[in-house]
């Protein structure tokens, strides 16, 4: 099977076990002469239990599309809608309470859910030996890396017990071996979970080694330019590289095509 398929832009009807669903979603920022018009017309679907990578040039609308289906925003026009149920939307900047362990950020959320104490603590246990952390479980956000500290967001965010995660860039600000690393806790968590995520980011090679299918969006007013799907095996550094070599320069010549009809870039 090819590691690429191109789908056709117009996404019509919502999939059947679909997670998310905007269709037709326009949004406006401003009025009069200061409108900006940020989203036009995009239809998309995020499917339960995918990856999906939302990938554009900065400014393209990625992290207004994550506002609105976690709700943070309204349409101007079109409909958003979370079949799956809830989401949790993790930042780029962890946001961790620098008062609390990290076993008190993660248990935060469950907590405030009402949980009692030592089925909390239970919880907590396994959410960080889920990112690898539970022997800092005592430890303070400055006692903890910068990797380590988005591994304590992430189990924070899970424990919000949403159906879709939405990540905004949460790795961009990491040196590129921790980047790495915490693709493969990314992979292994979702493994576990079965949680659908939808993942914003700018670098194209992180698209391509984290997505089931990535989602081209046009530089503003942002519309789905174009979709892949991602198959055939990525789970070895050998075999990701293979899909990258072929695919990341079709996408990234793409972006290329679209900053320079857009005069910018």
Do not use: Y
């Amino acid at each position: 099977m090819s590691a690429l398929t191109v789908l056709q832009t117009e996404t019509g009807e919502a999939a059947d076990g679909a997670a998310v669903v905007l269709d037709d979603v326009t949004k406006i920022f401003g009025s009069g002469n200061r409108t900006m018009v940020v989203l036009e017309r995009l239809s998309l679907d995020v499917r339960q239990g995918e990856l999906l990578c939302l990938l554009g040039a900065s400014g393209c609308g990625k992290s207004t599309i994550l506002n609105l289906m976690a709700g943070l925003e309204t349409p101007t026009a079109g409909r958003v809608s979370v079949p799956a149920g809830r989401t949790t939307l993790m930042f780029q900047e962890a946001g961790l309470f620098p008062w609390l362990t990290a076993a008190e950020n993660v248990g935060l959320p469950l907590r405030l859910q009402g949980q009692r104490r030592a089925q909390r603590d239970t919880e907590v246990r396994s959410l960080l030996g889920m990112v690898r952390l539970e022997p800092f479980a005592g430890h303070r956000p400055h006692q903890l890396s910068g990797g380590m500290r988005q591994r304590v967001a992430l189990a924070r965010a899970l424990a919000q017990r949403g159906e879709v995660l939405l990540m905004d860039e949460p790795f961009a600000a990491l040196d590129a071996i921790t980047r790495d690393q915490l693709h493969v806790d990314l992979a292994r968590v979702r493994a576990e979970t079965g949680v659908t995520i939808v993942f914003v980011t700018h670098d194209v090679r992180e698209a391509v080694r984290l997505g089931d299918r990535i989602a081209l969006i046009s530089s503003r007013p942002g519309r789905l330019l174009e979709e892949f799907v991602l198959d055939g095996d990525r789970s070895s550094p050998a075999a990701h590289e293979k899909a990258a070599a072929t695919i990341v320069p079709q996408i990234t010549d793409l972006i290329r095509q679209e900053l320079r009809r857009h005069g910018s870039g």
